[in-house]
């Protein structure tokens, strides 16, 4: 039973567009959600997070919204740019010693 | 010392052996997980250590066990390995007051 779900498996996204990125859970006791960035042979690096009382933040390029009642987050990634290619994983969390449940990624191409 | 560091990078092992993976995590980080990522798939959460004490589990056996030392360095020990163990396993870090773990780049582990 997969409780966070990245439905697209890849993304295509040219240059200077913007680039959305969703994620779906299942599991209401979610309260804090994360966005990893993985290149390949390196470990996630985290990029952006929110908690469930909030419905947007932003960091410079990286903004992610939460949807609580329809319990679907996305990134946005404004402008994207070609260093931005790579997997993205969703991560979401009940707090404290729960650890972070990942969804399968999302892996993004940004094309010149 | 900053960031978070795992050795060996590589290591093949037969099936019925038992391993143990290292990490270092950054200083000051008193929480640190393990999660096992198949390919393909997202990290899946093994255990959590906080303060030396495992405060959180996974679903996975209790061949998987840890050790967290009061140097910021931490162990997985798997016994009696079995194929389906072959996966990149990740360690993370994070302190008291912020949910973005920081991971190191992983160690390949193969069982053959």
């Known amino acids: 039973d997969q409780q966070v779900k990245q439905n697209s498996p890849s993304l295509s996204v040219q240059e200077g567009r913007i680039s959305i990125l969703n994620c779906d859970y299942t599991?209401?006791?979610?309260?804090?959600f994360l966005w990893y960035k993985k290149y390949p042979a390196e470990g996630p690096t985290f990029l952006i997070s929110i908690s469930s009382i909030k419905d947007k933040n932003e960091d410079g390029r990286f903004t992610v919204f939460l949807n609580k009642s329809a319990k679907h987050l996305s990134l946005h990634i404004v402008p994207s740019q070609p260093g931005d290619s790579a997997v993205y994983f969703c991560?979401?969390?009940?707090?404290?010693?729960?650890?972070?449940?990942f969804g399968k990624g999302t892996h993004l191409i940004i094309q010149p | 010392e900053t960031g978070v560091t795992q050795s060996p990078t590589h290591l093949i092992k037969t099936r019925g052996q038992q391993v143990t993976l290292r990490c270092s995590s950054q200083s000051g980080h008193n929480t640190v997980s393990w999660y096992q990522q198949a390919l393909g798939q997202g990290p899946q959460f093994i255990f959590q250590y906080y303060r030396e004490e495992e405060n959180g589990r996974g679903n996975f056996p209790p061949r998987f066990s840890g050790l967290q030392f009061p140097n910021y360095s931490s162990e997985l020990n798997v016994n009696a390995l079995e194929l389906d163990d072959s996966a990149l396993y990740l360690c993370?870090?994070?302190?008291?007051?912020?949910?973005?773990?920081?991971f190191g780049s992983g160690t390949r582990l193969t069982v053959v």
């Open positions: 993370a870090s994070r302190d008291s007051l912020n949910y973005g773990y920081t």
């Open positions: 991560a979401a969390t009940r707090g404290g010693a729960d650890g972070l449940t």
């Open positions: 599991n209401s006791m979610f309260d804090y």
